[in-house]
């Protein structure tokens, strides 16, 4: 069946680095994908999608590009904040196998 | 527009009681879901709704937990009688349901299994 996998966590940074969470799927068909972000206490938000091969998604300066000869979906910011202190989810969507939400990788900024 | 709302933000409950968790999806939102997220884990769909008919409960452990939606609004998920195991967060979330519209989530509610 379709599957998901992300970069575990947890992932710590400093304020301003470059930021990338790697996601590779298996899945039938081309899915859209997501990204998710969770901060603490709160329930999932999108943070960007793609629904094509080649489309770029892009959110509060972070992005990720829809590689369909990969099979990949990275996640990247190029100076993060301590505000990005989340928890990060990859989420390939298709209508035969809904969506699946990755592991979560747990990322946290320092000041 | 308002969210997703869910009730109660939390609830803590004896092993073998009965709980229950309310949902209001995004008005116009045909598609409603549930999900169980375990610490550290991603969410698992439990049971997905459209309009008020089940879409698909292939993860929903039938023995201990149902789920409604009536009027294809609002929706309730039930546990009976609850295990330990059961200690995770229940998510809700609706969408337009096509697989380019993102799902909205509510806050969640927060069970603890004593």
């Known amino acids: 069946g379709d599957s998901v996998t992300q970069m575990e966590g947890p992932v710590t940074l400093s304020e301003e680095a470059f930021l990338t969470i790697n996601c590779t799927y298996t899945a039938t068909g081309y899915p859209s994908l997501f990204w998710y972000v969770q901060y603490p206490g709160e329930g999932l938000q999108l943070l960007l999608k793609a629904t094509k091969a080649d489309d770029k998604g892009s959110n509060k300066g972070f992005e990720a590009t829809y590689r369909k000869e990969t099979t990949s979906f990275h996640l990247e910011k190029g100076s993060v904040q301590v505000s990005d202190s989340a928890v990060y989810f990859c989420?390939?969507?298709?209508?035969?196998?809904?969506?699946?939400f990755g592991s979560g990788t747990r990322l946290s900024i320092r000041p | 527009e308002a969210g997703v709302a869910q009730s109660p933000r939390y609830k803590i409950i004896e092993k073998r009681q009965s709980v229950a968790f309310w949902c209001n999806p995004i008005s116009g939102h045909a598609t409603l879901y549930w999900y169980q997220q375990i610490l550290g884990q991603g969410p698992k769909l439990l049971i997905q709704?459209?309009?008020?008919?089940?879409?698909?409960d292939s993860q929903l452990p039938k023995d201990r937990f149902s789920a409604e939606r009536l009027k294809g609004v609002d929706s309730t998920l039930k546990i009976q009688p609850a295990k330990l195991e059961d200690s995770a967060v229940y998510l809700c979330?609706?969408?337009?349901?096509?697989?380019?519209?993102?799902?909205?989530f509510g806050d969640g509610t927060r069970l603890s299994i004593l």
């Open positions: 989420a390939p969507y298709s209508s035969a196998s809904k969506i699946i």
């Open positions: 979330a609706s969408s337009f349901g096509t697989e380019t519209k993102p799902q909205h």
């Open positions: 709704f459209q309009n008020n008919g089940v879409v698909d």
